[in-house]
């Protein structure tokens, strides 16, 4: 498919002052969908998101429509994130994709934790990180598109089950799920709509305004708003800054009372547990595509070697248990 | 030292990418050789630590299960008995052996990882 081709078509229904697209390129990253930037030439910032032709959603990945219905129920909600202009239609020619404004700003998680430009955010992105969220998870769900429920107690099971069918054996993750299942919390009273991917890399920083979009909705769910937080507290997100559990810029404290001191501190470092064995596991299945051939490539490979990462932070965590 | 990915299968990755035509002013190209050099780290550290850890290793899994055995079966039966519930991961010595093991291999795999720095300065 010409995407470029596609856009530049697409360009007088995605503004009124637009005749044609142009700079189409495809970002990297993003193995299950395809991200593109380009540019009206009415001046206007866009980037399309679309599934590769012929690829098939992963199991817990939402539809690109419920994905843009989700962020524009986001925005109204008063959390930040890119607007989306269009939810593509089949006469447009692009398959399953929609398009949404470009922000100017930086995802990569090692910049702003240690960059001088971000010094001036990163004080209080924390506190911004629990405000953002406690919207988010304040957003009504009924009206919401399908979404799947999981709890702890799923979640755990589910990654077990993963681990499992490796044949993988690795005596850290293998306590760890023994110890998460012991202290699994209940489920919330009332599930809410968890963004399920909110970590560094995900979050569009600006280095003046701080936290202006939040990406990558693909993995919305119902569930424990806890989950959230503990997710943004996993140590592979601090970027060697790990004396800063949010994120590698901020205090848990800050964290919670941003979110309204409504979730116990024990309950986020529980779901931050879980989050660090999940990518352990998420780590060995990558590699595992290595192994079986799907995807000989150095990255695949070393991707494997990531999975002690999480070994070493889950015995910390078990031992301060 | 028991590792996903061997580093037998690292050498072949490493090898594969080699032997690819390096395209100049490919990013991607660029990026994989960077991860390709990480790899090579790896496998040095691998060769120089790699025995010495998996004879402590052996050790250590021998006076925790007291049985006998090459890295790999003991390794294999203390998943066993971890997932079993035949030891606990509470258990002190268990979590003495867990925490030596993820300290060694994090030192093969990424010497420089916070958690390290982190997990040590529990001390």
Redesign the interface.
């Known amino acids: 498919m010409d995407v470029a081709a596609a856009l530049d078509r697409l360009a007088p229904r995605l503004s009124p002052a637009a005749t044609g697209a142009k700079n189409a390129h495809r970002l990297?990253g993003g193995a299950s969908l395809e991200t593109w930037a380009f540019d009206l030439d009415d001046g206007t910032p866009l980037i399309l998101r679309r599934r590769p032709d012929g690829a098939l959603p992963r199991d817990t990945a939402l539809p690109l429509a419920s994905e843009a219905a989700l962020i524009r129920a986001a925005n109204a909600a008063g959390a930040p994130t890119p607007s989306v202009v269009r939810v593509c239609e089949p006469g447009d020619g692009l398959g399953e994709a929609y398009v949404m404004r470009r922000l100017e700003g930086e995802t990569l998680g090692r910049r702003i934790v240690r960059d001088e430009a971000f010094a001036d955010v990163r004080p209080g992105l924390a506190r911004r990180c629990g405000e953002v969220l406690a919207r988010i998870h304040a957003i009504p769900t009924q009206g919401s598109p399908p979404l799947a429920t999981s709890d702890a107690r799923g979640e755990l099971a589910r990654y077990e089950g993963l681990y499992r069918q490796m044949g993988?054996?690795?005596?850290?993750l293998?306590?760890?799920?023994?110890?998460l299942e012991s202290i699994a919390p209940p489920p919330p009273e009332r599930p809410v709509l968890v963004h399920g991917d909110f970590r560094n890399g995900n979050l569009m920083i600006h280095p003046q305004r701080g936290l202006i979009g939040v990406l990558d909705w693909e993995l919305a769910h119902l569930g424990d708003p806890a989950e959230d937080l503990g997710w943004m507290c996993v140590?592979s997100w601090?970027f060697?800054?790990?004396?800063k559990p949010v994120g590698g810029f901020g205090d848990y404290a800050d964290l919670l009372a941003g979110h309204g001191g409504d979730i116990s501190l024990e309950r986020v470092q529980f779901w931050q547990a879980l989050g660090s064995l999940k990518w352990g596991v998420m780590c060995?299945m990558m590699?595992q595509s290595?192994?079986a051939g799907a995807d000989?490539?150095?990255?695949r490979?070393?991707i494997?070697?990531?999975?002690?990462?999480t070994?070493?932070?889950?015995?910390?965590l078990?031992?301060?248990? | 030292m028991i590792s996903h990915p061997t580093a037998a299968e690292l050498s072949e990755a490493i090898a594969t990418f080699d032997a690819q035509p390096a395209a100049s002013g490919d990013a991607r190209h660029a990026f994989l050789a960077r991860v390709a050099d990480n790899a090579r780290a790896t496998v040095a550290r691998e060769v120089e630590l790699g025995a010495r850890l998996e004879a402590e290793a052996i050790d250590r899994l021998r006076a925790l299960l007291a049985q006998d055995g090459g890295l790999a079966a003991l390794n294999a039966a203390l998943c066993e008995a971890l997932r079993r519930g035949e030891v606990s991961p509470r258990d002190p010595a268990v979590l003495a052996h867990l925490r030596a093991t993820a300290i060694g291999q994090i030192r093969i795999d990424q010497p420089t990882y916070g958690g390290l720095e982190a997990l040590l300065a529990g001390d």
Do not use: K
Request: proline residues 2%; aromatic residues 12%; glycine residues 4%.
């Open positions: 990297s993988a054996q690795r005596p850290i293998e306590a760890a799920f023994r110890w140590n601090r060697g800054e790990w004396r060995l590699y290595f192994a000989r490539s150095i990255e490979a070393m494997g070697r990531r999975t002690s990462e070994e070493i932070d889950l015995v910390a078990m031992e301060a248990a």
